[in-house]
């Protein structure tokens, strides 16, 4: 079995930033890390980032030029730098991933809350 776990949230102003990983667990072998989501209190969960083909990356239109979506050396760890964050950055942040055959594996998020 596969466990993401996102870490890195927290209470922050507006204006703050706040740095989330995602480290697999498990069996991680052939886990690729693609790309973060968010779910707002009441909303659906969306898109925030994600690695498109050829590594490069793709954004939200809300979060572009404020958020950096990266992996670390060893592609083991995924991370999300947000800056200028504002009380609608507030979510429930998850991170997602996919094995060979396409499954999807997801964590069970870590809270961001910006405060006006």
């Known amino acids: 079995q596969v466990q993401l776990e996102e870490s890195g949230g927290g209470l922050v102003q507006s204006g703050g930033s706040l740095r989330l990983s995602c480290v697999p667990s498990?069996?991680?072998?052939?886990?690729?890390?693609v790309g973060w989501y968010r779910q707002a209190p009441g909303k659906q969960r969306g898109l925030v980032a994600i690695?498109?083909?050829?590594?490069?990356?793709y954004y939200a239109d809300s979060v572009k030029g404020r958020f950096t979506i990266s992996r670390g050396n060893a592609m083991n760890t995924m991370y999300l730098q947000m800056n200028s964050l504002k009380p609608e950055d507030t979510a429930v942040y998850y991170c997602?991933?996919?094995?060979?055959?396409?499954?999807?594996?997801w964590g069970k998020g870590t809270l961001v809350t910006v405060s006006s």
């Open positions: 997602r991933g996919t094995n060979f055959y396409g499954v999807d594996y």
């Open positions: 498990g069996s991680i072998f052939g886990i690729n890390l």
């Open positions: 690695f498109t083909s050829g590594n490069s990356t």
